[in-house]
């Protein structure tokens, strides 16, 4: 199916109708008057109308000296005119062209939930020069580096990062929120989301065609060129399967009239050997079963795209329905990846808020996650200026230092303070928890932060236990964080301590030992591991490239959840392709028994033939219609 034939199949349809109004008028003409030669002309018309996209199809293959379904319709329609069974021949391109046009229409319907995930993306973007002199450019014209100004209810061009501006950014399209995220200087925005209020300058980090929405279309692109592995079982359908269904068909041909005594020409009604030829060259065409597959695992990859979750090919959508094991990333995967501000300790006691707005003005002029994380808590308890930061020193692997309003500040790990008396009462923090000590005159203390848990993590682990997968957490972290987490999510199965090598070197183990291993992650560390996993799982567009470079399968929501709802959606789909494969092969089995046993006439062979093939569409229609329950995917 061409992405031409898709976008055309109103055409294909209102071919299909002509073709069928023919044929009706050419019947009613033959059995009501005496003028053979106006019901021949209404069946020439219907042949014209319904057989001149397979004869296209057909004449572009046989320029190739390929063979397919089309020449074998085509065939039999010609030879049922030969014997004067114009009207069966013509029956049979009006279904053939039918079911050609329903299949184009559920393809370009599949086509459509696709592009529905996305607006049109911008043409134009507003440039700001060195010299603040702001021009309109083309958005392709867009370059790393140069800085952007968007105004309010328009779409954000490109990936970049805010410099000037607040506003908030409706991100639905990418990520599939209906609320809007805040955003301010140093915040992220990506291309093709809509800036909701505000006017931003940002600086783009990278060109339109590497944008986050950009990466979405072409994974799915990728996605629907890709086969699946039961999908290349129907592209062994192709010309030798038609040589062998003529060459059949020709031999029992032969047999009805030199071994039977059929005649072989005679009126079509006398079932001649040759009219049973052509009833059984219907029956046996595999149109059902070539469209069986792909239709599947197209309506599968629109769903999950729907729903936030890429598959990229055929191949991940099938498979990850027979994963026994999860292998999971800690930092950024099980838990946030972000660190947040859990509680202080200050000496004197009650001067917590002091201690935090000192650090946060140190913090202010970093860009470590450990800075990040207290200015972030500083803005979001509102907190007042501590004073001007003046001397400002950044002491690789140690921390910081300044004057902070007239006072000398600093704030680091342990070895900043090696003389202080006052650490040697301070009990070791706690197992996953990290300490920030501050120092500003006689104000002393520390700040306790930790990358909390995804609030949805534990859930993720008890629902794929009682789904039969085994969840493993794998990371560099030492095994006093790890075990810490694990307690935090029931998690009974962790590898603490790892290098990027000895992930790998576990996913192999299990892989050795006969087990489908799944792996999901979000950084660049993670990347080897990904590529070693039977099937691996990227965290959001967010996600580092590497990460996306080797994803099977990206959820662009960043929730973990969604692995829950991936592994229902490729296990629906695993079981709607295999009714499919048997609707198909069991309705080519029965018919060719009975074409064998001239049970049927070519009407109906035509009729169960052509009917099987809209049957195992529409059933594979019915994954687009996916809905959530009870915190998990389910398909309805």
Not at 74 to 83: Q, R, S
Not at 90 to 101: H, R, Y
Not at 493 to 509: C, N, S
């Amino acid at each position: 199916m061409t992405d031409q034939e898709k976008a055309g199949w109103p055409w294909l349809l209102s071919s299909a109708a002509i073709c069928g109004v023919a044929t009706l008028a050419g019947v009613w003409v033959e059995r009501g008057t005496a003028t053979p030669e106006i019901a021949t002309g209404l069946y020439a018309t219907a042949y014209l109308a319904g057989g001149w996209e397979a004869a296209i199809e057909t004449y572009g293959k046989l320029r190739r000296m390929r063979l397919d379904i089309h020449f074998l319709m085509l065939a039999v329609a010609a030879g049922a005119a030969m014997i004067g069974a114009w009207w069966e021949g013509a029956a049979l391109l009006f279904l053939f062209s039918l079911s050609g046009a329903l299949e184009a229409m559920a393809m370009a319907r599949t086509e459509r939930e696709i592009r529905s995930l996305f607006r049109d993306a911008p043409k134009r973007a507003l440039v700001v020069d060195k010299e603040g002199v702001i021009r309109e450019v083309a958005v392709a014209d867009l370059e790393s580096g140069m800085t952007i100004r968007v105004l309010p209810g328009e779409q954000f061009p490109a990936d970049g990062r805010i410099t000037e501006g607040e506003s908030a950014a409706d991100e639905s399209s990418l990520t599939g929120e209906s609320v809007a995220v805040e955003k301010v200087p140093g915040d992220t925005i990506f291309g093709g989301t809509l800036n909701t209020w505000g006017v931003i300058q940002a600086e783009v980090t990278r060109p339109p065609g590497d944008s986050a929405q950009a990466r979405i279309i072409r994974l799915i692109r990728e996605a629907q060129a890709s086969k699946a592995p039961s999908q290349r079982f129907t592209d062994r359908f192709g010309t030798s399967y038609t040589v062998g269904i003529l060459g059949f068909s020709f031999s029992m041909f032969l047999y009805w009239h030199w071994g039977a005594g059929i005649p072989a020409f005679l009126d079509h009604g006398e079932r001649s050997a040759f009219y049973r030829a052509m009833t059984l060259l219907v029956v046996c065409s595999p149109c059902a079963l070539v469209i069986s597959i792909p239709s599947a695992i197209l309506a599968g990859i629109a769903a999950g795209a729907r729903r936030g979750i890429l598959f990229r090919g055929g191949v991940a959508l099938e498979n990850l329905a027979a994963i026994r094991r999860l292998a999971v990333d800690k930092t950024g995967t099980l838990t946030k990846g972000e660190l947040e501000l859990l509680g202080s300790e200050t000496s004197p006691p009650g001067h917590e808020d002091e201690l935090l707005g000192i650090a946060a003005a140190l913090s202010g002029n970093s860009t470590h996650p450990l800075s990040r994380a207290i200015v972030k808590e500083a803005l979001r308890r509102d907190l007042p200026d501590a004073g001007a930061v003046v001397n400002f020193e950044s002491l690789a692997g140690r921390g910081l230092k300044a004057s902070v309003g007239g006072k000398a500040a600093s704030q680091g790990r342990r070895a900043m303070f090696p003389d202080d008396a006052w650490l040697t009462a301070l009990p070791d923090p706690e197992p996953g928890l990290t300490e920030v000590l501050v120092k500003a005159g006689d104000l002393r203390g520390r700040l306790l932060l930790r990358d909390a848990p995804r609030t949805e993590a534990a859930p993720l682990i008890r629902l794929l236990a009682a789904e039969g997968i085994r969840v493993t957490m794998l990371t560099g972290d030492r095994p006093e964080s790890a075990q810490w987490v694990a307690r935090e999510l029931g998690l009974q199965d962790f590898r603490a301590g790892l290098h990027p090598e000895d992930k790998v070197a576990a996913i192999q183990e299990w892989r050795a030992q006969g087990e489908m291993v799944a792996m999901a992650g979000d950084g660049v560390n993670d990347a080897p591991s990904l590529a070693a996993a039977d099937i691996s799982i990227g965290m959001g567009l967010r996600g580092s490239d590497a990460v996306l470079e080797q994803a099977d399968i990206v959820l662009t929501r960043d929730k973990l959840e969604r692995i829950v709802d991936a592994l229902h959606l490729s296990r629906r789909c695993r079981s709607i392709i295999r009714q499919n494969l048997a609707l198909s092969l069991g309705v080519v089995v029965l018919l060719a028994i009975a074409a064998l046993a001239s049970w049927i006439p070519l009407p109906l062979g035509v009729l169960g033939h052509e009917g099987s093939t809209v049957v195992v569409v529409l059933n594979s229609l019915r994954l687009l219609f996916w809905r959530k329950k009870d915190g998990a995917a389910g398909l309805s």
